[in-house]
């Protein structure tokens, strides 16, 4: 599978930012897939995901104010970030993998896109 992102640029405090992450060749159903974010100095932390059987999860940092969304007969995925702050300020990744049982994280995800850049400033 290959991963595309787009959508990532400055803003300011508060502002709104879309991205989308365009999935083609052997996309699987049972995929989960979902975004990460790194800030320069900083590990690749986990920002939002699908699970197999569409359930989300968010991380706290993020919870309210990123919401995680897809269109599945585009093979796309999305975040809409709302209300950004500072400390959103990073590279931000899309990744599919099989995720069985649950298992999920930067070790395990096999599948990385090339990432879009998210600035923050005030």
């Known amino acids: 599978v290959q991963l595309v992102e787009s959508g990532g640029g400055s803003v300011q405090t508060g502002g709104s930012l879309r991205l989308s992450c365009a999935a083609s060749g052997q996309v699987y159903d049972n995929y989960c897939m979902g975004w990460f974010r790194q800030s320069p100095g900083k590990e690749r932390e986990e920002v939002a995901k699908?699970?197999?059987?569409?359930?989300?999860s968010y991380a706290s940092s993020i919870k309210g104010r990123f919401t995680i969304s897809q269109e599945k007969a585009k093979n796309t995925l999305y975040l809409q970030m709302n209300n950004l702050e500072l400390e959103d300020t990073a590279m931000y990744y899309c990744a599919a993998d099989f995720c069985p049982l649950g298992a999920w994280g930067v070790a395990l995800i096999a599948n990385w896109g090339q990432g879009t850049q998210v600035t923050v400033s005030s």
């Open positions: 699908f699970d197999i059987d569409g359930t989300i």
